[in-house]
């Protein structure tokens, strides 16, 4: 069974970072899509940051040249470096992977920018 468990989340002030981890496990197959999105309280959740197999990226406007995203195939684990944090940040960020035509969903890890 695959399954992804997010941690890394806190509370930091504005300006600071976070790291965020993505852990899978439940299959020796590398996911074709690994990516992190978020939802405010009151908000739709969107897509933040997104890495294919091949390194390619795409980031939601507002984190591009904040946040990285990375991902270490051989542990099968994403990560999300997430700086200059702002509290238009704030969300429980949630991470997402694809492989062979599945989709899975962590739990989510709350992350509070405090101003």
């Known amino acids: 069974q695959v399954q992804l468990v997010e941690s890394g989340g806190g509370l930091v002030q504005a300006g600071g970072s976070l790291r965020l981890s993505c852990a899978t496990s439940g299959t020796d197959f590398n996911f074709q899509v690994m990516a992190w999105d978020r939802q405010a309280p009151g908000k739709q959740r969107v897509l933040v940051a997104q890495i294919n197999s091949g390194g390619s990226t795409n980031y939601l406007e507002s984190v591009k040249g904040r946040f990285n995203i990375s991902r270490d195939n051989a542990k099968n684990t994403v990560y999300l470096y997430m700086n200059s944090l702002k509290p238009e940040d704030t969300a429980v960020y949630y991470c997402?992977?694809?492989?062979?035509?599945?989709?899975?969903w962590g739990r989510g890890t709350q992350v509070t920018v405090s101003s």
């Open positions: 997402y992977a694809a492989i062979m035509g599945k989709n899975y």
